[in-house]
């Protein structure tokens, strides 16, 4: 979701192409068809082996979320188009990564603090978690 989210993100700010309702210029690609086709192959990936009717059902509801977003007004055909390249694009990517992500964070270490990052409505930062 990160790798889609990022890059969508980055492209409609540096295309800022006109919506067809003249509602913006962040029109490609198409964020909500990236997010649908990311979770379609999510479920390809996973459910493939058990039930490939799952995948299929996720790929029928993002290609009626890119046709409701051009229905609606929202976005042109390579908006669409596009997005789910992203969407599709994003989840295979994230399965190549994973296993080599996994090595990193998977590492048995004797330090025992942790440092992470938190987020909160109206509060971020940094917190510090351990145990004597």
Do not use: C
Not at 32 to 39: G, P
Not at 117 to 129: D, K, R, T, V, W
């Amino acid at each position: 979701a990160a790798l889609m989210g990022v890059s969508t993100h980055f492209v409609k700010q540096g295309v800022g192409r006109e919506r067809p309702n003249g509602n913006g210029e962040n029109s490609f690609p198409s964020g909500h068809t990236a997010s649908a086709f990311m979770a379609a192959e999510f479920l390809h990936q996973e459910y493939k082996d058990v039930n490939p009717w799952i995948g299929y059902a996720g790929y029928f509801v993002a290609t009626a979320t890119g046709t409701l977003r051009m229905y609606n007004n929202k976005h042109w055909f390579s908006d669409v188009v596009a997005g789910a390249g992203f969407g599709i694009a994003s989840t295979k990517i994230a399965y190549l990564i994973y296993p080599y992500m996994k090595q990193v964070f998977n590492k048995k270490k004797d330090s025992k603090f942790t440092i992470m990052p938190y987020y909160q409505p109206g509060a971020s930062g940094i917190m510090l978690s351990g145990r004597l």
